[in-house]
């Protein structure tokens, strides 16, 4: 990949987020370093509402449905192109990618982390007051997240699982749910510590790796520092690509899968928390997105996914405001990921995938159970949205 001149039918990230951003030139923010999975944004004000009940409201089904085809006879754009028939970004480019956490590296992580003991717990690092940075007696760390309510670890469990679907589970660090149990071998260790931490016997937590050396991420525009101008966007050109570097092309392919998973798990406590705070904070999109961490090789980590699923679908009436606006915002896509949600769209199949993976790779499922109907229902809801989005954006390119 480069950034050469793409083709006329080449789209780019077209926005329209309710006069709520404004264009620009694409450009990042200087990151500032944190230590390790400790969130970049700092204490979110919003944080109140997450107890906050609200009854998730149905969607109304757009007519005229349009199946996507993921692949067809145009002939590729230019090799020099960041976009490929108009909505997919390059190979070329997906091929600079880093990696992220690989299938393999993941798994041996989590089978070690599951036979491990916790041999000591620290305050800091790991988010809310009630969490804690484990030192494993296999020398890895991780960060134990005791949530709220049963729900928000549930939501991070599942919200991993949907990412392996989605095949995007490699920007999200390996997690494993356990089960405190003060008299059991894994804990035996730190039974003190567990006394201090007013954590319930029997609650189940989750492990995550510890990750070294993140830095925190800037949105970069259109989300970034010039949103809440109340400009209303024009829908930018696949020209406004041309002159990024490498490595901010790089990003924005992990970006349009962030925002495409945060639609579809209902996530608002990332880029939509940041939005959220525009009306009391102008300066908020130029500083940290919450939970969001850069690692030393440019991958994107999306960390602490609590709010997905579960939680995100009982306030959709809050969230989804800022949610759809995001995900309009975004009209080039890996291919993998399109591919992905159309069959998730053509075999209606998305809770029954999720439900088959968590089952098969989390141990401790029924400890916390599975999406009800109601949500299973909404997340095959938003996969056909997000099928109908893409279909849109393909047919804008076409007309180019």
Not at 113 to 134: D, T
Not at 300 to 317: I, Q
């Amino acid at each position: 990949g480069g950034t050469g001149g793409p083709s006329a039918r080449a789209a780019a990230l077209s926005v329209a987020v309710g006069g709520r951003l404004s264009p620009g030139r694409w450009g990042w923010g200087r990151s500032s370093p944190v230590r390790g999975e400790s969130g970049g944004g700092g204490q979110k004000t919003f944080r109140t509402l997450l107890a906050v009940p609200a009854a998730a409201t149905d969607r109304e089904e757009r007519d005229g449905e349009e199946r996507l085809a993921v692949t067809d006879s145009q002939p590729p754009a230019d090799a020099a192109s960041p976009v490929e028939r108009g909505i997919f970004w390059s190979r070329e480019l997906e091929e600079q990618v880093p990696p992220g956490f690989a299938a393999e590296e993941a798994a041996a992580w989590l089978a070690a982390a599951r036979a491990a003991r916790v041999a000591s717990l620290e305050r800091g690092g790991c988010g809310r007051s009630s969490n804690r940075l484990a030192r494993l007696s296999d020398g890895s760390r991780a960060c134990v997240r005791y949530g709220i309510n049963p729900e928000q670890i549930q939501g991070e469990a599942l919200s991993y699982h949907l990412a392996g679907v989605l095949g995007m589970q490699e920007r999200l660090p390996p997690m494993a749910l356990a089960l405190v149990e003060a008299r059991g071998r894994q804990w035996e260790p730190v039974r003190e510590e567990l006394r201090g931490s007013h954590w319930a016997e029997g609650a189940v937590v989750s492990l995550t790796r510890w990750v070294d050396n993140l830095t925190a991420v800037v949105a970069p525009a259109p989300w970034g520092a010039e949103a809440g101008a109340g400009r209303r966007l024009q829908p930018l050109s696949a020209g406004e690509l041309v002159g990024l570097s490498p490595s901010q092309l790089v990003e924005l392919v992990q970006w349009s899968d962030l925002i495409l998973f945060d639609y579809l798990t209902a996530n608002f406590d990332r880029l939509v928390s940041n939005l959220f705070s525009l009306q009391w904070d102008p300066r908020v999109m130029r500083r940290a997105t919450s939970n969001l961490l850069r690692a030393p090789d440019g991958g994107l980590v999306f960390m602490d996914n609590e709010a997905g699923l579960v939680h995100g679908y009982r306030l959709l009436s809050m969230w989804d405001p800022y949610n759809e606006p995001l995900l309009r915002s975004v009209c080039v896509f890996r291919e993998g990921t399109a591919r992905r949600v159309a069959e998730l769209h053509r075999r209606r199949s998305a809770a029954a995938e999720l439900r088959r993976r968590y089952r098969a790779r989390e141990p401790l499922w029924a400890r916390l159970g599975f999406l009800s109907e109601r949500q299973a229902e909404l997340l095959q809801a938003r996969v056909d949205f997000v099928h109908r989005h893409i279909a849109h954006c393909r047919a804008q390119a076409a007309v180019l």
